[in-house]
């Protein structure tokens, strides 16, 4: 059973900047796609960006786009998101997920991680 921590979520005032991270306690081929998930309260959980372990290949939800930046760290069991000119509207619990297939479906991944709070604050 693949297991994800997610750590670095913080309250911080808009357009300001934070970066989380999320780590794999293995990596198995059922996890050749990482994700960044986020669900604030009265939403649904959506897609913010992922990253194909094997090839590098990154997907970005059009609200973060040229803002995050999603990357993997050593061993490739570590991935960050890299959040720039946050806005309020990017207040939420983010999830660290991961799958066999990279999209910002939430059907297309099996592992999640309990979630690190995001705050940002106008």
């Known amino acids: 059973q693949v297991q994800l921590v997610e750590s670095g979520g913080s309250s911080v005032q808009a357009g300001g900047s934070l970066s989380i991270s999320c780590v794999a306690s293995e990596y198995t081929s059922r996890t050749a796609c990482m994700a960044w998930f986020r669900q604030a309260p009265g939403n649904e959980r959506e897609g913010v960006a992922a990253i194909n372990r094997y090839g590098g290949a990154t997907w970005y939800a059009d609200s973060v786009k040229g803002r995050f930046t999603i990357s993997l760290g050593y061993a490739k069991r570590t991935m960050y998101l890299q959040m720039n000119s946050l806005k309020p509207e990017d207040t939420a619990m983010y999830y660290c997920?991961?799958?066999?297939?990279?999209?910002?479906?939430?059907?297309?991944?099996?592992?999640w991680g309990k979630g690190t709070q995001v705050t940002v604050s106008s």
């Open positions: 997920a991961a799958g066999d297939y990279c999209s910002g479906n939430v059907g297309d991944f099996g592992y």
